[in-house]
C-alpha cells in the first residue's frame, strides 16, 4: 500500500514563520511536524509515500530528501500553484497507482496514530464474504475526531461507521484517511479541486466510512498552538 501527505499549504495563519519555511517542516517536539507522519507509516510497514508540495516545496525536498533516513522511500509531486487537497491527490495519480492509498494533511500533529488500522478498512466483501457489488462499497473510508475549538460545527455526522452530511452530533475530519484511486477520475491533473465537496457529494450516496479517533490529535493552525504543543511536560506559557 501506497500513502500520500499532502505538504502543498500556504499556512497563512503560521506566518512568519511559514514565509521562510513551509508549514509542514515547522518542529514539535524537536521533529517536523511532517516527519511524525512518515514515521508512523513506516511502522505500521507503509514505505512507499508520495508527498506534493508548492510553496518552499523545494526545502521539503532537501530535509527529507528519498526517505531513505526514515526507512521510507519518497516521491516528489511538485505543485506550480497549490491545488487543493484533491487536486493535489488527482495531479499525483500517476505516483499512486490503481489500489486504495492513504492520505494525510502534512501539518497535523498524532504522535501515537497506528495506521495498520486503515490498511483493510476499504473491504470489497460484506461481513458474509460476500463480494459487494461496486456501487455499494465504499470509496474512502474516514477518521474523526471531536470538534477542536476553531471548527466546532464539525463536518460529518456518524452513523453505524458511515459517513452522513447531517446529523445531530458532526464530528470533524481528521484529514486521515483511505481512498480508492477511482474516486478522483473526474478531476484532471493540475485542476484545482477540494476534497471536502468530493466528500460530502459520496457521503450523501453512503460510501463513505469512518470511525472516531480518540488519540492525540492537533491541527496545529496558529503560532500559538505550536508553542503550547512545545512547552516541557507540565509547562507553562510565560
Known sequence: ?????LAAGRGERMRPLTDTCPKP???????????????????????????????????????LGTGEQFGARILYSPEAQALETAGGIANARHLLGEEPFIAVSGDIYTPH?????????LEDNDLWGNPLPTDQRDVAWLYLVKNPPFHPHGDFALHNFSLANEGEEKLTFANIGIYRPQMFDGITPGEHAKLGSLLREYAARGQIG????????????????LEELNLPPGGNRP
Open 1 to 5: 500500500m501506497k500513502a500520500m501527505i
Open 25 to 63: 517542516l515547522l518542529k514539535v517536539r524537536g521533529r517536523p511536524l511532517i516527519v511524525w507522519q512518515i514515521l508512523n507509516l513506516v511502522r505500521a510497514g507503509i514505505t512507499d509515500i508520495v508527498i506534493n508540495h508548492a510553496h518552499l516545496g523545494h526545502m521539503i525536498e532537501q530535509a
Open 113 to 121: 496514530f497506528d495506521y495498520t488500522e486503515l490498511i483493510s478498512a
Open 210 to 225: 469512518g470511525d472516531i479517533y480518540r488519540g492525540q490529535w492537533h491541527n496545529v493552525g496558529t503560532i500559538e498552538q
